[in-house]
């Protein structure tokens, strides 16, 4: 968990290792979602469906024989709990 304080003005810095783990330099964008009452900040992009894309190239991905096999074993967990 890192802190920050907010000033009067309603400003907060953001801490040095949150810059550099989202890649944040002075006069990037950044973008807040409002969930409850909680925030969600993340860096503003330029193609959202790009970005996308690089996110799904670096996720390991399943051939469908893994997820049903997957299914299969979690199923034989769940008629163990009944």
């Known amino acids: 968990m890192i802190e920050a304080t907010i000033t ?4 907060v810095t953001i801490p040095k290792a949150v810059r550099d783990a989202l890649n944040l330099e002075a006069g990037k964008e950044v973008i807040f ?14 193609n959202p469906m790009q970005e996308l894309i690089k996110l799904r190239n670096e996720l390991p991905l399943f ?9 299969k074993e979690n199923r034989k967990g769940w008629n163990k709990a009944e």
Do not use: D, F, T, Y
């Not at 009067?8 to 400003?11: A, I, L, P, R």
């Not at 979602?33 to 330029?46: D, G, T």
């Not at 051939?63 to 299914?71: A, D, F, G, Q, T």
């Open 8 to 11: 009067s003005k309603g400003q």
């Open 33 to 46: 979602i409002l969930e409850r009452k909680e925030a969600i900040m993340l860096p503003k992009v330029k």
């Open 63 to 71: 051939s469908e024989k893994e997820i049903n096999e997957m299914i």
